[in-house]
């Protein structure tokens, strides 16, 4: 059984970083491509940031190119999101997910449950 728990969310001021990690478990990653998704309450989930099994491609939506970016670890199952500069509107819900590379939700068969990022202006 696969699962994705991410970590590393919190309350952060505005221009602060926070560093998201999104361990799995119950099958290795690194034939997978992983990525970030976030959400606001009442509000559809949005791409973030996609990275290719081997690292070698990535792939960030145009509000957080230059701020946000996506690595991974193969070795410890483990994909990153080093967020900087954050603004208040990227306060969301962000949740990792496991499957192939792109920005369409439906490339994605495995989901975490999500770690809050609040950023205060």
């Known amino acids: 059984q696969v699962q994705l728990v991410e970590s590393g969310g919190g309350l952060v001021q505005a221009g602060g970083s926070l560093r998201l990690s999104c361990a799995a478990s119950?099958?290795?990653?690194?034939?997978?491509?992983m990525g970030w998704f976030r959400q606001v309450p009442g509000k559809e989930r949005l791409f973030v940031a996609s990275?290719?099994?081997?690292?070698?491609?990535?792939y960030h939506t145009d509000s957080v190119k230059g701020r946000f970016t996506i690595s991974r670890d193969n070795a410890k199952n483990t994909v990153y999101l080093q967020m900087n500069s954050l603004k208040p509107e990227d306060t969301a819900v962000y949740y990792c997910?496991?499957?192939?590379?792109?920005?369409?939700?439906?490339?994605?068969?495995?989901w975490g449950q999500g770690t809050q990022v609040t950023v205060s202006s």
């Open positions: 997910a496991m499957g192939n590379y792109g920005s369409a939700q439906g490339n994605y068969d495995y």
């Open positions: 990275i290719s099994a081997s690292g070698g491609m990535t």
């Open positions: 119950g099958r290795s990653i690194k034939t997978y491509a």
